[in-house]
């Protein structure tokens, strides 16, 4: 009787754990059945395809954070990377780089300017890895500090103003970035583009020795050291990963946009880090998804899209923004405390097993 | 028996009295129907294997958890504790396994924290502060700087400042202390039994865990074995012997494993040589001077000495923890420079460090992942990972060694803790060592998984493994080394092979180094006044 109690208690709990982790997928359901009641062409082809557009430039953000988060980091700078990144490329193609030394002024094809951008993204990332693992600032710190940087240069690059239209010229040879803000067989490259990283950072995040080291790292930095795992290199790895990603976001919002604004990106980093943390990624490290972050982009992304379109303010977004944040992260510990109990009663379980086979001697 | 020995001895005043405790924690069962004596002004003894339930026992006592039904009373008075304040305020006090210090914070304030004392109710009264915990430490023997951060501390010395916190309570009426020597060395040991003795004569009722047997016989009056969350027996401690308690708490007698000895050493290859070791001190003088040793292959050299006297570091400048030490080391006869973990791991070198949670397991990552974790590359082709080749090396290693697991996909903490030490056991072992560094690696777990591990030892040496093993308890070192190097205050004070050790020799050799400093400290003006 006892016994049977205690095995529908089991079902029970993992039903519920279940629900739990498969919470997030659950909610972005709900908010997808809610809007499409609310606004009626809500579920129309054209909406969705304007939300993946939307979701493309935090859903990359998100995904170099969650590499960030899970070593038990923070990177506060890929706002900031975002609008330099974008002037960079801008200023690229419309001025071009002159050295003035030779009276020369270098205009590069657009592969080149994506190349040089996304180099210039690494290098801010490098910057992060090396001020956090050599110098040991909080990563909170250095990426505050080097988020300043950033933006400060974003506009001296232009003295603030904005490079409109920059589509290049024909003959200078620079046409085509506009191709990063365009549709491929009717699906936005930004999308496209989400998709293969999230593939590729999904893959060697839980395939590689590289992805477990990160894991490691976050879960027990010292023991991951003990372990041998070069602690510092995979650290500044991770955060040149982040600022590259921030990087490639910063050329499709220029392309999207067809202009390079100098604050274009700010406060993107919080969106980032809400959408790993919707997605289940820990931020005392050493836990979260690939898969969890892109929907909890999603999640943002509906409830910012959905609400505009039923005309909610946009200063109501914002409170409802934050209250989602936080019940997520409620539920979150809610579930660590059950696999805590759930570990804890394994433990016990196996104990009163042992106990069996070897009955105490009276 | 137990009937028997509560005739011997007439019962003194029980302090407080719990009545048939239950306790439930989903699935399990963690105390059935215990009933539990603290005789006031004795030394109540609990004993019993990990998981048998003392801790949650002491827990309930201590108001952290409360029973799932069952009473408890303090004379007549039946009492039931919501909250550590309310135990706290029928005088009792508890010491936790694990400490539950403030790293951060300074010695005084760990020893006032709750309990501060102010100045016009409103500011901390911080020279009065100092000045308690001046004469609390002188007390215990332990005179530290009371502005000395805590974290900077070796694990005995915080053991202390846990001890004095405990103390600084107003009347208090019981001490739980949940295996409070398990990080002591003998010394100290020594020192808190004095303690204990005095607060018996205060009228202070003491619930005492240990795993070590024989602190039990020394110190304890009354002695209480829990099974499987069970009460076993009771019985005054002077009415039994150490093999009764043993047969008790697991139901067989059982002693730690002794390798048959027939090996010449001086055929055996040297694997590692280390000559002149120094590793400077922050603020002055040496953690480590001068110390020389060499391993042959397929022996076990055990290290002994008190907490602090440079055995951990050892390792630490063996492993390439710390690049600021001087001196040479010799593997295969070929010297080589030391930088970092990373590259003693692909010489050959594995080590097990000390404190199994801080620095062992990856606690967010499964029972199969931290065994694997310090050997990934040899699973990976390229930067992918052969997840078959990976399984099928941690079946092969959870196996060998006998680590007690359903799963292999299970989180790390839901194996015990004498599990989890195999785990990172298996760990080092997977990355395929020619030497094994062991630090204290029997540390807080019960007699089976110890005599386990020591076996795991014993054949992985027999197989040609070289080992080195920092322990601090006599009984064990003596059992499994081969031979034994004693460290004292950073220096090398004696080097005993098996045939030639007695415990006499061991303990005084780690006393030597502070005689020798001392002298060296009061010779020197001598010599230059000469």
């Given at each position: 009787?006892?016994?049977?109690?205690?095995?529908?208690?089991e079902?029970?709990?993992?039903?519920?754990?279940?629900?739990l982790?498969?919470r997030?997928?659950?909610?972005?359901?709900?908010?997808?059945?809610?809007?499409?009641?609310?606004?009626?062409?809500f579920?129309?082809?054209?909406?969705m395809?304007?939300?993946?557009?939307?979701?493309?430039?935090?859903?990359?953000?998100?995904?170099?954070?969650?590499?960030?988060?899970?070593?038990?980091?923070?990177?506060?700078?890929?706002?900031?990377?975002?609008?330099?990144?974008?002037?960079v490329?801008?200023?690229?193609?419309?001025?071009?780089?002159?050295?003035?030394?030779?009276?020369?002024?270098?205009?590069?094809?657009?592969?080149?300017?994506?190349?040089?951008?996304?180099i210039?993204?690494?290098?801010?990332?490098?910057?992060?890895?090396?001020?956090?693992?050599?110098?040991?600032?909080?990563?909170?710190i250095?990426?505050?500090?080097?988020?300043?940087?950033?933006?400060?240069?974003?506009?001296?690059?232009?003295?603030?103003?904005t490079?409109?239209?920059i589509?290049?010229?024909?003959?200078?040879?620079?046409?085509?970035?506009?191709?990063?803000?365009?549709?491929?067989?009717?699906?936005?490259v930004?999308?496209?583009?989400?998709?293969?990283?999230?593939?590729?950072?999904?893959?060697?995040?839980?395939k590689?020795?590289?992805?477990?080291?990160?894991?490691?790292i976050?879960?027990?930095?010292?023991?991951?050291k003990?372990?041998?795992?070069?602690?510092?290199?995979?650290?500044?790895?991770?955060?040149i990963?982040?600022?590259?990603?921030?990087?490639i976001?910063?050329?499709?919002?220029?392309?999207?946009?067809?202009a390079?604004?100098?604050?274009?990106?700010?406060?993107?980093?919080?969106?980032?880090?809400?959408?790993?943390?919707?997605?289940?990624t820990?931020?005392?490290?050493?836990?979260?998804?690939?898969?969890?972050?892109?929907?909890?982009?999603?999640?943002?992304?509906?409830?910012?899209d959905?609400?505009?379109?039923?005309?909610?303010?946009?200063?109501?977004?914002?409170?409802i923004?934050?209250?989602?944040?936080?019940?997520?992260?409620?539920?979150d510990?809610?579930?660590?405390?059950?696999?805590?109990?759930?570990?804890?009663?394994?433990?016990?379980?196996?104990k009163?097993?042992?106990?069996k086979?070897?009955?105490?001697?009276? | 028996?137990?009937?028997?020995?509560?005739?011997q001895?007439?019962?003194?005043?029980?302090?407080?009295?719990?009545?048939?405790?239950?306790?439930?924690?989903?699935g399990?069962?963690?105390?059935d129907?215990?009933?539990?004596?603290?005789?006031?002004?004795?030394?109540?003894?609990?004993?019993?294997?990990n998981?048998?339930?003392?801790?949650?026992?002491?827990?309930?006592?201590?108001?952290?958890?409360?029973?799932?039904?069952?009473?408890?009373?303090?004379?007549?008075?039946?009492?039931?504790?919501?909250?550590?304040t309310?135990?706290?305020?029928?005088?009792?006090?508890?010491i936790?396994?694990?400490?539950?210090?403030?790293?951060?914070?300074?010695?005084?304030?760990?020893?006032?924290?709750?309990?501060?004392?102010?100045?016009?109710?409103?500011?901390?009264?911080?020279?009065?502060?100092?000045?308690?915990a001046?004469?609390?430490?002188?007390?215990?023997?332990?005179?530290?700087?009371?502005?000395?951060?805590?974290?900077?501390?070796?694990?005995?010395?915080?053991?202390?400042?846990?001890?004095?916190?405990?103390?600084?309570?107003?009347?208090?009426?019981?001490?739980?202390?949940?295996?409070?020597?398990?990080?002591?060395?003998?010394?100290?040991?020594?020192?808190?039994?004095?303690?204990?003795?005095?607060?018996?004569k205060?009228?202070?009722?003491?619930?005492?865990?240990?795993?070590?047997?024989?602190?039990?016989?020394?110190?304890?009056?009354?002695?209480?074995?829990?099974?499987?969350?069970k009460?076993?027996?009771t019985?005054?401690?002077?009415?039994?012997?150490?093999?009764?308690?043993?047969?008790?708490?697991?139901?067989?007698g059982k002693?730690?494993?002794?390798?048959?000895?027939?090996?010449?050493?001086?055929?055996?290859?040297?694997?590692?040589?280390?000559?002149?070791?120094?590793?400077?001190k922050?603020?002055?003088g040496?953690?480590?001077?001068?110390?020389?040793?060499?391993?042959?292959?397929?022996?076990?050299?055990?290290?002994?000495?008190?907490?602090?006297?440079?055995?951990?570091?050892?390792?630490?400048?063996?492993?390439?923890?710390?690049?600021?030490?001087?001196?040479?080391?010799?593997?295969?006869?070929?010297?080589?420079?030391?930088?970092?973990?990373?590259?003693?791991?692909?010489?050959?070198?594995?080590?097990?460090?000390?404190?199994?949670?801080?620095?062992?397991?990856?606690?967010?990552?499964?029972?199969?992942?931290?065994?694997?974790?310090?050997?990934?590359?040899?699973?990976?082709?390229?930067?992918?990972?052969?997840?078959?080749?990976?399984?099928?090396?941690?079946?092969?290693?959870?196996?060998?060694?006998?680590?007690?697991?359903a799963?292999?996909?299970?989180?790390?903490?839901?194996?015990?803790?004498?599990n989890?030490?195999?785990?990172?056991?298996?760990?080092?072992?997977l990355?395929?060592?020619?030497i094994?560094?062991?630090?204290?690696?029997?540390?807080?777990?019960?007699i089976?998984?110890?005599?386990?591990?020591?076996?795991?030892?014993?054949?992985?040496?027999?197989?040609g493994?070289?080992?080195?093993?920092?322990?601090?308890?006599?009984e064990?070192?003596?059992?499994?080394?081969?031979?034994?190097?004693?460290f004292s205050?950073?220096?090398?004070?004696?080097?005993?092979?098996?045939?030639?050790?007695?415990?006499?020799?061991?303990?005084?050799?780690?006393?030597?180094?502070?005689?020798?400093?001392?002298?060296a400290?009061?010779?020197?003006?001598?010599?230059?006044?000469?």
């Amino acid at each position: 009787m006892e016994e049977l109690q205690l095995r529908k208690k089991e079902k029970n709990t993992s039903l519920a754990m279940t629900l739990l982790k498969g919470r997030t997928l659950i909610v972005l359901a709900i908010l997808l059945v809610f809007f499409s009641f609310a606004t009626p062409n809500f579920l129309s082809a054209n909406t969705m395809l304007l939300l993946a557009k939307h979701v493309a430039l935090y859903g990359i953000l998100a995904i170099g954070m969650t590499y960030v988060i899970i070593t038990g980091g923070i990177d506060l700078s890929v706002g900031a990377v975002v609008g330099l990144a974008g002037m960079v490329a801008g200023g690229m193609i419309q001025k071009g780089i002159t050295i003035t030394m030779m009276g020369v002024t270098l205009y590069f094809d657009i592969p080149m300017v994506v190349l040089l951008t996304l180099i210039m993204g690494a290098v801010v990332g490098l910057l992060n890895g090396v001020i956090i693992t050599k110098f040991g600032v909080a990563p909170f710190i250095a990426t505050l500090g080097t988020m300043y940087i950033a933006r400060g240069f974003a506009m001296l690059h232009s003295q603030g103003a904005t490079y409109s239209d920059i589509v290049g010229k024909e003959a200078l040879g620079n046409v085509g970035i506009t191709f990063f803000g365009s549709r491929v067989l009717g699906i936005p490259v930004g999308a496209i583009i989400l998709i293969i990283i999230a593939i590729v950072a999904g893959i060697l995040l839980k395939k590689t020795t590289f992805g477990w080291h990160i894991f490691a790292i976050g879960g027990n930095e010292k023991a991951a050291k003990l372990s041998g795992i070069k602690v510092d290199k995979v650290k500044i790895l991770v955060y040149i990963f982040s600022a590259v990603c921030a990087a490639i976001v910063g050329i499709i919002t220029a392309a999207q946009l067809e202009a390079s604004h100098p604050a274009s990106g700010e406060t993107w980093e919080m969106n980032a880090i809400a959408a790993a943390v919707l997605g289940g990624t820990s931020m005392m490290g050493g836990i979260g998804t690939i898969s969890g972050t892109i929907v909890g982009a999603f999640v943002i992304g509906v409830i910012s899209d959905g609400m505009v379109m039923c005309g909610v303010s946009e200063f109501w977004q914002m409170v409802i923004k934050g209250v989602v944040i936080i019940l997520a992260v409620i539920v979150d510990q809610f579930q660590r405390n059950m696999e805590a109990k759930m570990a804890l009663q394994a433990r016990n379980e196996a104990k009163t097993e042992a106990g069996k086979e070897n009955p105490p001697a009276a | 028996m137990t009937d028997a020995a509560a005739m011997q001895t007439p019962k003194p005043e029980v302090c407080l009295h719990a009545e048939k405790i239950n306790k439930i924690y989903p699935g399990t069962k963690a105390l059935d129907e215990v009933s539990f004596d603290v005789f006031k002004g004795k030394v109540n003894v609990l004993i019993g294997e990990n998981g048998a339930g003392k801790s949650t026992l002491m827990k309930i006592i201590a108001g952290i958890e409360q029973p799932s039904s069952g009473h408890m009373y303090m004379g007549t008075e039946e009492v039931s504790f919501a909250n550590v304040t309310e135990a706290r305020q029928h005088g009792i006090g508890i010491i936790h396994q694990e400490l539950s210090l403030f790293p951060n914070l300074n010695v005084y304030q760990n020893i006032f924290m709750g309990k501060e004392h102010t100045l016009h109710k409103v500011g901390l009264n911080n020279a009065e502060h100092i000045e308690l915990a001046n004469k609390i430490m002188a007390k215990l023997e332990h005179p530290i700087d009371p502005l000395t951060i805590v974290g900077d501390l070796r694990v005995g010395q915080q053991q202390m400042i846990e001890i004095a916190r405990n103390l600084m309570q107003d009347d208090l009426k019981i001490l739980i202390m949940d295996e409070p020597t398990s990080s002591l060395s003998e010394q100290e040991v020594q020192v808190l039994f004095k303690i204990m003795r005095e607060l018996k004569k205060e009228g202070i009722s003491i619930i005492y865990i240990s795993h070590r047997l024989e602190e039990i016989m020394q110190i304890g009056d009354y002695l209480t074995v829990l099974r499987d969350g069970k009460l076993v027996a009771t019985a005054a401690v002077a009415d039994v012997d150490i093999s009764w308690v043993v047969k008790k708490m697991v139901g067989t007698g059982k002693s730690y494993p002794k390798r048959a000895q027939t090996i010449d050493w001086s055929k055996r290859e040297t694997v590692l040589q280390v000559k002149n070791m120094t590793l400077p001190k922050k603020g002055g003088g040496y953690l480590l001077k001068d110390v020389s040793f060499e391993l042959k292959q397929g022996e076990i050299l055990g290290f002994y000495g008190l907490l602090g006297a440079g055995r951990t570091e050892m390792f630490e400048c063996i492993m390439g923890l710390r690049p600021e030490h001087t001196g040479q080391i010799l593997l295969h006869g070929e010297p080589i420079e030391v930088h970092n973990v990373t590259e003693q791991i692909a010489r050959g070198f594995a080590m097990v460090p000390e404190d199994r949670q801080l620095e062992g397991l990856v606690q967010t990552m499964d029972i199969g992942k931290n065994i694997s974790l310090s050997s990934l590359k040899n699973y990976a082709k390229k930067l992918f990972l052969n997840s078959k080749a990976e399984d099928a090396a941690v079946a092969e290693e959870i196996d060998a060694i006998h680590i007690k697991v359903a799963d292999k996909r299970l989180p790390i903490l839901s194996l015990s803790g004498g599990n989890q030490q195999k785990v990172v056991i298996g760990k080092g072992l997977l990355t395929h060592p020619k030497i094994l560094l062991l630090d204290e690696p029997s540390r807080g777990i019960d007699i089976g998984a110890k005599t386990e591990i020591f076996e795991i030892i014993n054949r992985y040496a027999d197989e040609g493994l070289s080992l080195m093993v920092i322990s601090s308890e006599l009984e064990e070192i003596m059992a499994i080394a081969d031979r034994i190097i004693v460290f004292s205050n950073g220096l090398k004070t004696a080097e005993i092979l098996r045939e030639d050790l007695t415990e006499d020799k061991l303990v005084l050799a780690s006393y030597k180094g502070h005689t020798v400093a001392k002298q060296a400290q009061t010779g020197s003006p001598a010599v230059t006044g000469a």
